[in-house]
């Protein structure tokens, strides 16, 4: 603890003076008040209780108090004047400057000036900035910091995190930012502007904000002037690093790409501070009307307008900005009657309410499409169902009968009765199905056989078919070596058939059918045998008869 004291004699910690440095970082100059109110607002609850407002202030701001002493004695601020109402200025040094720079992760080429000397005169202008973004931030304070204190401070507080909330942190805002319409944004030249307070939070749905803070000082032609500048910034274009053309602005900042044919150029607020001899009430419509080429959109069809290569700008008062918040009503875009909230006012409210319009229009289309293209394909398919069922009815219509019994013919059969194809042999007789074609083929074949049988062969008891048989496959009638084959009996050289009830080609079938599993099941060798010693059992038996007699 010694050796703490010796390095912050006034016991600031950490804390504290990380709240300085981001606050002096962003807002180049400010008192201990405005740091405490940024950077520690619950504070301003813990000491509500103290008798005097002075003395509650000194309560609330003693932290902040230490941590500027102990850094001003580290040479990281100084003190910069006094307000007009006596409290003090501070403002950090260029090694203060460095140190906020990390604070607030910026390029140190970014953190702009130290701000030395703006006290000198009461610092008014500064000091509406600064309440500017104070009344934009609405910090909320922690509650967790204040637990121990009594019930009616943290229920102060709870209101407080309960009402609308600001946009942004204190990291969102930058001051005092040059734009230069010629030069460079380290040296800007003649003829640019300087934007009181550039505000970046996409988080809320600013991506980009300048404002402009009046103290009532200026006359509607010098803020004119002033807006003119900002168009003329807003119009310069150069080279990015990947050689692109585009605005100078968006090499710094980034923005959203507008919709094509609707891309206008950053908002600009404008904070009328009322500390000086001109009213606000008058000094808005005449400067509306000055500037009225800068804001005017192009009306459209749907009622809404469109702002392509246009300044939004909007007004407020900075009391009501304190009281209401960015979510107030109090926002008075020009070219527009009603107030509004920030982000409709910096919006386009009516052209989004269109697009959805237009989009809702486009659902509604596209799914009476999608009926039309069902019902068409629900007809289409109903008239070729009924095509085909027509068609079906006329081929059935057309389909051939049996001169001898008048069965229909299958498919099969008609498609081989009328087959005309080289090679294919000419169906014998077209006119009959399969069942009585078989039957006149055969009748055919009985009636033109050379000559008939023998009386041996008459004979029933010798033979096995006394009548022309038919294959019990096929149907087909047997031809006359078929028959010959399957009835002979008795003894002779040649075996009998193993399926007599076959005709030739249904017994080859077999025959290969039988071989072909044989040679799957692996039992080839094993079944020729078989098949050799059923086939001419006849011969080695005679061949055994005779051996007896020739020893």
Known sequence: MAGKRETNPAGSTNSYRGDVLLVLGALKVATADQIQRIGAPHLTFRHADKETPSKRKQARTASHTAALSDMR???????????????RLRNLTPKGLQAASYELRRPVTEMGSTARGAGSSGASHPMAVNETVI??????????????????????????????????TIASYWTEVPLPATGTWNAPGRGGAQADIVLTAPQDGVPLLFIEVDNCHETA???AAKLEKYARFFRRKMKDTDGTERPMWRTRWTVPEGRYGDVPH????????????????????????????????????GGH??????IPIVAVALENLRAHGPAGPVFLRFGRDDLEPLLEAIGNPRRE????????????????????????????????????AREAAQREARRPACARCGTRFT????????????????????????????????????????????????????????????CTECKAAFTNERWKAVNRTGWGPVPMEARPTLCGDCDQREREGLRQAQIELGWTGRAQEQEQEQAVPEQKA???WFSRFRR
């Open 73 to 87: 004695r580290h040479g990281l601020v100084e003190n910069g004047g006094s307000t007009e109402t006596g409290d």
């Open 135 to 168: 009344a934009m931030l609405r910090p909320k304070p922690n509650m967790a910091r204040l637990t121990v204190d009594p019930p009616h401070v943290q229920a102060a507080a709870q209101a407080a995190v309960d009402a609308p909330p600001g946009i942004g």
């Open 221 to 223: 032609e010098e803020l």
């Open 266 to 301: 950053p908002p600009v607020l404008l904070v009328f501070n009322r500390i000086g001899e001109r009213n606000p009430i008058h000094t808005i419509p005449r400067l509306r009307e000055l500037t009225r080429h800068l804001w005017q959109g192009e009306r459209q069809r």
């Open 305 to 310: 307008h469109l702002y392509d290569g246009k």
């Open 353 to 388: 309410a269109a697009d959805a319009r237009e989009e809702a229009e486009a659902e509604v289309r596209r799914a009476e499409f999608q009926a039309q293209v069902r019902r068409a394909a629900q007809e289409q398919a109903a008239k070729q169902a009924a095509e085909a």
């Open 411 to 470: 498919d099969e059969r008609w498609e081989a009765a009328e087959k005309t194809d080289w090679g294919v042999p000419v169906d014998t007789h077209p006119q009959l199905c399969d069942g009585c074609k078989h039957q006149a083929v055969a009748a055919t074949q009985e009636a033109d056989r050379p000559e008939p049988l023998p009386d041996w062969a008459k004979q029933t008891e010798f033979l096995r078919y006394p009548r022309r048989p038919r």
């Open 542 to 544: 005679q061949g055994r």
